[in-house]
């Protein structure tokens, strides 16, 4: 594969179908389902996902879609989640992580250290969520 191919984990916004996959629609080289362990907590117009000890030892996961894209399409979403470097005061963390079905999956995902307040979210899945929120509405 290109070195110059970053593979990164979404599960919100940037997923097909919603608010922010206009970011990456265009960069995308391949797309294909995954899930990671974490949390996720409802921001409002888009979720955080949540790495902490409560999601390891509850052995919680979130589904989504590992990406491949361009360098830029990196930073197009480094960008978009407010993310300027790893000394940096960032909104979102970017770390690398592993794939929980297929360890040989890894890449980029983003990341909130704690939940900030927002509400949990119980699905494993965003649009899931946004889809029964509509109907609770």
Known sequence: MNHNV?????????LPGQANHHVVSNRM????????????????AY???????????EER????MWIDVTESGLQGMDQLEDFGGIEESNDY????????????????????DSPRGCPPIMEQYWPEFCKNRMAAE
């Open 29 to 44: 080289i391949a797309a294909r389902p995954g899930r990671i362990v974490g949390r996720l907590v409802d921001v409002g």
């Open 93 to 112: 963390d970017r770390i690398w992580t592993a794939d929980a079905d297929c360890s040989e999956q890894c890449g980029w995902v983003y990341i909130w």
């Open 6 to 14: 970053i593979s990164v984990f979404i599960y919100g916004s940037l």
């Open 47 to 57: 979720p955080a996902l949540i790495r902490d000890e409560s999601a390891f030892r």
């Open 61 to 64: 996961y979130v589904r989504g």
